[in-house]
């Protein structure tokens, strides 16, 4: 989706919890979508990704979620750590695109020990 | 196997002044990406380079913006005559030539442009 406002939604968690950050996406064009972390100060690094063709794929400690029908994207952290404490935005490619990405607006995930 | 480096880090420049940002691709990348972003906003495409080749700028500002990716050296994104409001972190990232299937990025650190 289209990265709009000027506040980022945040969210709270206990360390050891799991974390679900959710992301809509607005293009039914789009056919790959990716999660990022970004801490201070640094460029955004990669988590995981999908392909429209899947509706789940797990990593270590995360796993994403696509849903096309509504057009909603999650990332969730299984029990969430300090480090990762950070903002996570989802990003999209559009199968009609020249390899660039659209970004979400982001989550600034903090994890309270 | 350095990553994708971009320099400066920082930079700072009066209204009016030329700013040119450096962007070294990963070892064995040959697709640069240019992108900015704007405090708590998410990163927002400018240009899609190849060596020597400007594949997508739909994202550049019409004027004052310019990027190229020479034969040898790196990615330059230059903006002249800077305004306060292209004061912003400017992202590059790189990916394998076409053909591969994965068409995630690896970004650099970023330059963080200040226009005073």
């Known amino acids: 989706g289209e990265s709009v406002g000027l506040h980022l939604p945040t969210l709270s968690v206990q360390e050891g919890d799991n974390s679900i950050i959710n992301c809509a996406y607005s293009n039914s064009a789009s056919d790959y979508f990716i999660w990022y972390k970004q801490e201070s100060g640094k460029g955004p690094q990669f988590i995981i990704d999908?392909?429209?063709?899947?509706d789940k794929r797990q990593g270590q400690r995360v796993t994403v979620l696509l849903n096309k029908t509504v057009k909603h994207l999650s990332l969730q952290i299984a029990a969430t750590q300090p480090g990762d404490s950070a903002v996570y935005f989802c990003?999209?490619?559009?199968?009609?695109?020249?390899?660039?990405?659209?970004f979400g607006s982001g989550t600034q995930l903090t994890v309270l020990p | 196997n350095a990553g994708v480096m971009q320099n400066p880090r920082h930079l700072v420049r009066r209204r009016g002044q030329e700013a040119r940002l450096r962007c070294s691709p990963m070892?064995?990348?040959?697709?640069v990406y240019w992108y900015r972003q704007l405090p708590e906003e998410g990163l927002k495409f400018m240009v899609y380079l190849q060596k020597e080749n400007i594949i997508d700028e739909s994202g550049m500002p019409k004027e004052r913006f310019s990027a190229e990716f020479p034969k040898e050296g790196p990615s330059i994104l230059r903006i002249q005559q800077v305004v306060r409001g292209d004061s912003a972190a400017y992202f590059c990232?790189?990916?394998?030539?076409?053909?591969?299937?994965?068409?995630?990025?690896?970004f650099g650190s970023g330059t963080r442009l200040t226009v005073v």
């Open positions: 070892k064995g990348h040959s697709h």
């Open positions: 999908i392909r429209s063709n899947m």
């Open positions: 990003a999209e490619r559009s199968s009609g695109s020249a390899r660039q990405l659209t």
């Open positions: 990232a790189s990916s394998p030539g076409q053909g591969t299937a994965n068409y995630g990025y690896t």
